[in-house]
């Protein structure tokens, strides 16, 4: 059975730091690209970054570049996302997805696998 957990988040003040990571388990994940998304409350799950299954290629949303950087550790079938700078409009339920496809991708729909999320509050 495919499980995905992420874990790392918390309560922060502006400015500060979280690193989240996403532990998947059940199938070879190291060959298939991973991303987060978050959902603030009463909006759509949005895309944060995604990265391909060897770590090659990344990509952000606009509003994170410069200060998220997401990374992965195929040995041991996880992936982080270091967050820095953070603001409180970062502040939002963050999910790790796992995709069955080649490349990367930015769209909520085209991932396969998804964890429960945890949450990040950024005070102001």
């Known amino acids: 059975q495919v499980q995905v957990v992420e874990s790392g988040g918390g309560l922060v003040q502006a400015g500060g730091s979280l690193r989240l990571s996403c532990a998947a388990s059940?199938?070879?994940?190291?060959?298939?690209?991973m991303g987060w998304f978050r959902q603030a409350p009463g909006k759509e799950r949005d895309f944060v970054a995604c990265?391909?299954?060897?770590?090659?290629?990344?990509q952000y949303a606009d509003s994170v570049k410069g200060r998220f950087t997401i990374s992965r550790d195929n040995a041991q079938n996880t992936v982080h996302l270091q967050m820095n700078s953070l603001k409180p409009e970062d502040t939002a339920d963050y999910y790790c997805?796992?995709?069955?496809?080649?490349?990367?991708?930015?769209?909520?729909?085209?991932?396969?696998?998804w964890g429960q999320g945890t949450q990040v509050t950024v005070s102001s």
């Open positions: 997805a796992v995709g069955v496809f080649a490349g990367t991708r930015k769209s909520v729909e085209e991932y396969d696998y």
């Open positions: 059940g199938r070879t994940f190291s060959d298939y690209p």
């Open positions: 990265i391909s299954w060897n770590g090659g290629r990344t």
